[in-house]
């Protein structure tokens, strides 16, 4: 299969293919990101967050909308907005489902599976009514459009490094988030031991409700970062939600490095095999050798040693 | 209660198989016609699944994800076979390659594959249709519960393997109809499974098989199995440090559920006369689980009749209001679970049932108290 191209030429390909492994690694990490908080450390099955990325995708559309109507001076600028809008929307509506679903089942991990089921199918229905069935693009700011060439063969999309850089920049947030600040050890404490955790003071109830809507958050997040290279449809958030979960699972459900480690890896054995195979086969073998791997290896590759 | 009891049903049991029967059986041919009695056979082979996950889910605590790729393998097997009798040489003669299924042709494949071949025997299908979902299954299953993966985590991957089957069946379009599924069948065995009569029989087949899948299904929740499978949802340790061997026993209600999503899926194809990935994926596997919840998940009849209302309902509603459906459906998702969680059954259980044994009793006391009242007398007269 090597044979037609010369050299260089693979070179090329598999620097641009590598590039295109690293955009979708800085996509995996995002949607992962979010769920690595929520289920990673809560334990908590959340099916609707591919919903609440198309929350934030939605904010977005909306921003740069009121931006290109009122205040079209700013446009560059309205990504940023339209980020922390989406972090806070998303958090928000996080926060309000923690209060009146999940904290009812934190003992019943399977029914909660189902719960957010039903609510990720009420949040599609209320994307179709108010935005269409049709998928919404975003005006993008011209400094993000165009491409960067770095030899005469390879050259690499802007707005595929603004995602890269976004997604180190929220990794190391929540990581700073989660075991730097006295609240990312009372979340630890609470997912690791709820009823000692409520005993030496800390007030679970608050911690839980904070610690779903800062996930809920942070996949808003992802999903305005997401407008940039793709458009967003009412059901968008159902393709991303199996991916999400294995990258998750297959990191090792508590370990955030392991989450980043398995999204690399996933994502780069997906975007090289794209070339050779067809997208779906690519998917396919992808998803069965993550799969083997966890009937292999089920705690996954980065596992937190535990007394059960 | 079950140590209560040695018989193989309770009266309330028998009453509850009596009344579907009755339904199934005599109400509904009786009162529909040939279209919607057709529908109604469709509804109900999504029972055989939500009987399959009261063993798997209700008793065993396994909550699989999965149920469509049963579900879809068993339907493929039947449609497979079907297909390869309606693509005779002569039907296909216009093809380029005539004899082989049309999808294939469509898309540049001029031989049969070697394993499309088996499928040309009846016996094999049929064979097939309960074999393949359950070795499928059965590695699944060995190579979790042996390693102790439960709960959650085994919901998350029956669920990846939802998804890539179904991308796997879009992506090989030419070797599987792709999108479209298999379409067009037409005959099994010379017999036209399209017109009215062949519906109205196979919706009997289709009754007579589910009813004989929930004795199968009552014999093992009613046995030494059923009760270690309970035991092993609520304290799995203790029945692990009592010397059982837990795993095993996971695997094979896990291979029971198959059998039976299956068996549902194979009589699906018939009676629908289509098969595709639409009845496979993560969306349909779901609703399969919604089927189960809806209608208990610890009672088998209750199961049945969560298939068929909730099918009945996605149907009349989702033509009438398809904006409102969605809404529906969720709510009904998050009010089973936080309302309801043991479903229409464990409604019946605690507010319907109470009721009608008191009335029973009042009836029967007053058979009881005549002889009572003649006791004196007769007494009397000794």
């Known amino acids: ?73 700013l446009f560059d600028i ?60 975003v005006t993008i700011p011209d400094w993000i459009m165009g491409s960067l060439p770095i030899t005469d063969m390879i050259e690499v999309p802007i707005n595929g490094i603004f995602v890269m850089v976004l997604a180190i920049g929220i990794s190391v947030a929540v990581y700073v988030m989660m075991f730097r600040s006295s609240w990312g050890k009372q979340v630890r404490a609470v997912t690791q031991n709820r009823v000692m955790a409520g005993a030496v003071g800390i007030n679970t ?41 294995l990258v998750v699972v297959f990191g090792g459900a508590a370990s955030l490095l392991g989450t980043i480690a398995s999204a690399f890896s996933i994502s780069q054995a997906q975007s090289i095999m794209e070339f050779f195979l067809s997208g779906s086969m690519a998917k396919v073998l992808t998803l069965l050798t993550v799969v083997g791997i966890l009937m292999l290896r089920p705690q996954g590759l980065f596992a937190l040693k535990l007394r059960k | 209660m079950i140590f209560k009891n040695s018989r193989f049903f309770t009266s309330s049991e028998l009453a509850g198989l009596a009344i579907l029967a009755l339904l199934i059986f005599v109400v509904l041919p009786v009162g529909l016609d040939a279209f919607r009695l057709n529908l109604f056979g469709k509804y109900l082979t999504y029972g055989f699944v939500a009987l399959g996950l009261v063993l798997c889910w209700g008793a065993g605590g396994i909550l699989s994800l999965g149920q469509g790729v049963f579900f879809g393998l068993g339907g493929y097997c039947m449609a497979m076979f079907l297909k390869l009798e309606a693509s005779t040489p002569e039907a296909t003669k216009i093809q380029s390659t005539p004899g082989i299924p049309d999808f294939m042709d469509w898309n540049q494949i001029t031989e049969l594959p070697i394993w499309w071949e088996p499928f040309n025997s009846l016996t094999f299908s049929l064979i097939a249709v309960v074999l393949v979902p359950v070795f499928f299954a059965f590695i699944i299953g060995v190579a979790m519960f042996r390693r102790r993966v439960g709960g959650v985590y ?39 499974i399209r017109t009215d009569e062949a519906k109205v029989i196979l919706y009997f087949v289709n009754g007579i098989l589910l009813f004989g899948c929930i004795l199968i299904a009552h014999f093992i929740r009613r046995s030494k199995l059923g009760r270690i499978l309970i035991a092993m949802r609520d304290q799995e340790d203790r029945v692990r440090f009592s010397g059982y061997d837990v795993a095993n026993f996971k695997i094979f209600v896990f291979c029971a559920g198959a059998a039976f999503a299956s ?20 969306v349909p596997s779901i609703e399969m689980v919604i089927f189960c919840a809806v209608g208990g998940r610890l009672s088998l009849l209750g199961a049945v009749y969560g298939a068929l209302l909730v099918n009945l309902a996605k149907t009349t509603f989702s033509e009438l209001f398809p904006e409102l459906w969605l809404f529906g459906l969720g709510a009904l998702f998050i009010a089973v679970v936080l309302a309801f969680p043991n479903g229409l059954a464990g409604l019946y259980e605690e507010h319907v049932a109470p009721r009608v044994e008191a009335l029973l009793k009042k009836w029967s006391k007053k058979d009881l108290d005549k002889p009572e009242k003649s006791d004196p007398l007769n007494a009397a007269a000794e």
């Open chain 2, 154 to 192: 085994f919901a998350i991957i029956t669920q990846a393997i939802a998804a890539i089957l179904t991308i796997l069946i879009i992506g090989q379009q030419g070797y599987t109809g792709g999108v479209n599924g298999i379409t067009d069948l037409r005959t099994l065995k010379g017999w036209d």
């Open chain 2, 263 to 282: 068996i549902g899926g194979a009589m699906f194809t018939l009676q629908v006369g289509f098969m595709s990935p639409s009845f496979v994926g993560i």
């Open chain 1, 205 to 245: 109830e608050r911690t839980d409700r904070l610690t779903f809507g800062i996930g809920c958050g942070v996949a808003g997040v992802a999903g305005s970062a997401f407008t940039m290279i793709g458009s967003t449809g009412p059901t968008a958030g159902q393709l991303y939600i199996v991916d999400t979960f």
């Open chain 1, 1 to 73: 299969m090597f044979a037609e191209y010369s050299m260089s030429e693979l070179g090329a390909i598999f620097a641009m293919q590598g590039f295109a492994g690293l955009i979708l690694f800085s996509v995996f990490v995002l949607m992962a990101l979010g769920l690595a908080i929520i289920f990673g450390q809560m334990g908590v099955i959340n099916m609707a967050h591919g919903e609440f990325m198309i929350l934030g995708a939605y904010v977005t559309y909306l921003t740069s909308n009121l931006f290109a109507e009122y205040i079209p001076a």
């Open chain 1, 78 to 137: 309205y990504f940023f907005v339209a980020m922390v809008l989406a972090f806070i929307v998303s958090g928000s509506l996080g926060m309000l489902v923690e209060w009146g679903l999940i904290r009812h089942l934190y003992k019943r991990p399977l029914d909660t599976l189902l719960a957010t089921w039903g609510l990720s199918l009420i949040l599609q229905q209320i994307y179709r009514s108010v935005f269409g069935a049709r998928e919404v693009g």
